[in-house]
């Protein structure tokens, strides 16, 4: 960058000016140990960082900031690292989509308030990405996203683990009584091996894809396991494209098109990814101005194949599908079903990026003529028990269940279902319809993971491993089973959900992308007349903020004040 360039800098405002201000940067820079070499006429890389003791997803992220911080300099920039709030999806209670949003926030004020002139976004636990794509997304400057990376492969007596999805399982066979305490020890010090984000096709690793696809990501960056050397020269690589990223005047709003998130959808489905992609993409696209509708997802399912065997929707884990070619190989097999003209950050287009890509496992990334399954992966529904939409993935269920008609059971609350589930009383066959309501984004509030309900332990002993479930809360995208996601509007604000009562009869229908409830107009109307909401919980606080600001799930439960593009006033330097 040339001196005169160097004075259109953002960070110049900070650090240039011969005055009081850049007097007290400078000196302040410099009781830090850093000289004018370091940064004077330089592009000032943020690298926004949300490693943390309490995240074991991002246990590495220290050394790849490091990582990153030397490609920034290798590329003539200025990298400051900055800690981020850590969204651990393990730890953080009551879920950490409960503080997407405020993640999303602080990096965008973050970005804001400091002499940034391009940012390198550090994350991968699930609500992560998102988050800091929106905050970034809402900033806009420069940004590029160095994903975590997926844990390697578990092991227990030789069988291959996978995250979440095998906790689910062997949970169920555990409380079947077909394995003791001793087997699930083993399966507890076996299943998460090394640093990384779960290494099925959770949620993590399809919103990882999702920044790749977007074009936030270097090609092939979201499929690197966390621990394998490719990582570290990938977080170094990105730090020297990032350098020239801010001389190119490269932001996200200028990759980011309909035809993108077209794109990005397609890649979920492709993936069998969570069904969270689906809320935290309306999220995104709402930060970037994009008018992006619930069914055009179900508008991608009718027509695209599942390509990656990756569990849950299929057999491998995400260090398989590494070594089978990654992202890249994939999106090249599904290349007639995208916009390959689309621009990301390498400066080239999607196409570009991935014509040298190769599939070198055929059963693990499956070609177009040979797919897990031909379509249908996500389906959208709605009737009337969710008007505005409801997500069922169809790919991670048993087919009997895809049209079903069965008595509701109901539970008011979490705690509720806990305390029913395995009471030997409860009036449960594996025809019945599980409900959980007060789960969805203000019930929870938060909308926890909860919508996996678990069978009730008499089913588990008959063998009984799948049923319909339906619920307002989301879904671990490590999860697997018939289980009706998203319901909206929620139940906690007066939504269908609410008005149901045990043993009514409920349909589900996804080839017709139906749920209904078998009850007439004007029962439901006295059903309606007689609700009452519940009060929140949280009388002040973040809480109290979130309650007030949230959006319905098929909006993609951004806080109101925080969506669209309008120009927000870099802060004056005084
Ligand atoms: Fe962090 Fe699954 S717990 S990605």
């Given amino acids: 960058m040339s001196p005169k360039d160097s ?62 911080k030397r490609g920034v300099w290798q590329a ?7 800690p981020a709030f850590t969204l651990g999806e393990t730890f953080q209670k009551p879920t950490t989509m409960m503080y997407r949003n405020l993640l999303a926030m602080e990096a965008e004020e973050m970005l804001r308030s400091y002499p940034a002139d391009g940012c390198v976004l550090l994350g991968g636990c699930d609500k992560t990405t998102p988050a800091l794509l929106m905050g970034a997304i809402s900033m806009n400057l420069p940004a590029i996203y160095v994903p975590a990376g997926p844990m390697l492969r578990g092991n227990w007596h030789g069988e291959i683990l996978g ?30 091996r090394s640093a990384g984000t779960c290494m099925t096709m959770g949620t993590a690793s399809t919103m990882t894809s999702v920044a790749e696809v977007l074009g936030f990501s270097l090609p092939g960056a979201s499929s690197i396991p966390a ?11 990105s730090g020297r494209r990032i350098v020239e990223m801010v001389c190119e005047d490269l932001k996200p709003r200028d990759i980011l098109t309909d035809a993108s998130f077209d794109n990005a959808i397609a890649a979920v489905l492709a993936l069998g990814g969570s069904t969270n992609a689906v809320i935290h993409m309306l999220a995104l696209a709402g930060r970037a101005g994009i008018k992006l509708e619930l069914d055009r997802f179900d508008q991608f399912s009718k027509k695209t194949p599942l390509l990656a065997n990756v569990r849950p929707s299929g057999k491998y884990l995400m260090e398989d599908f590494y070594y089978a070619g990654g ?22 287009t999607l196409g570009e990026n991935i014509s040298d890509a190769e599939i070198y496992n055929t059963d693990v990334i499956r070609a177009l003529d040979k797919p897990v399954l031909e379509s249908g992966g996500l389906a959208i529904l709605r009737g009337n028990l969710a008007p505005n939409g409801a997500v069922i993935k169809a790919s991670a269920i048993e087919p009997r269940l895809l049209k079903h008609t069965g008595r509701a059971i109901v539970f008011d609350s979490y705690d509720e279902m806990n305390a029913r589930i395995d009471d030997p009383a409860l009036d449960v066959d594996a025809n019945s319809v599980l409900v959980l309501r007060n789960a969805g984004p203000k019930g929870a509030p938060g909308m926890p993971e909860w919508g996996n309900l678990p069978i009730p332990q008499k089913l588990l002993k008959d063998g009984i491993r799948d049923m319909v479930r339906i619920s307002d ?7 697997y089973g018939a289980c009706v996601l998203h319901v909206a509007p929620e139940s906690f604000v007066g939504g269908p959900l609410a008005l149901l009562k045990e043993g009514d009869i409920i349909e589900l229908d996804v080839p017709a992308r139906q749920l209904n409830m078998r009850v007439n107009e004007d029962e439901l109307a006295r059903r309606r007349a007689a609700w009452r909401p519940k009060e929140g919980i949280y009388p002040r606080g973040y809480g109290k903020l979130f309650m007030q600001h949230i959006k319905q799930a098929d909006e993609g439960c ?17």
């Fill in 7 to 68: 004075k259109s800098l953002r960070s110049y405002r900070w650090y240039g000016p011969d005055d009081l201000r850049s007097f007290g940067h400078r000196s302040r820079a410099a009781s830090m140990g850093c000289t004018q070499a370091d940064y004077a006429g330089k592009p000032v890389i943020a690298i926004l960082n949300t490693w943390s003791d309490i995240n074991p997803c991002h246990s590495h992220l220290r050394e790849r900031a490091n990582d990153v």
């Fill in 76 to 82: 003539g920039g200025f990298p400051v690292e900055m």
């Fill in 163 to 192: 995250s979440g999805s095998d906790v689910s399982k062997y949970w169920a066979e555990r409380r079947a009584g077909n394995i003791d305490l001793r087997d699930w020890m083993q399966i507890e010090d076996g299943i998460a």
């Fill in 227 to 237: 621990v394998d050397s490719n990582h570290a020269k990938m977080a170094n690589r």
């Fill in 327 to 348: 992202l890249p190989a994939m999106l090249k097999a599904l290349a007639p079903g995208l916009d390959l003209t689309c621009r990301t950050i390498t400066g080239k």
């Fill in 473 to 479: 809360a989301r879904m671990s995208g490590t999860s």
């Fill in 558 to 574: 951004d806080f109101d004040f925080l969506e669209g593009t309008a120009p927000i006033p870099e802060p004056e330097i005084h």
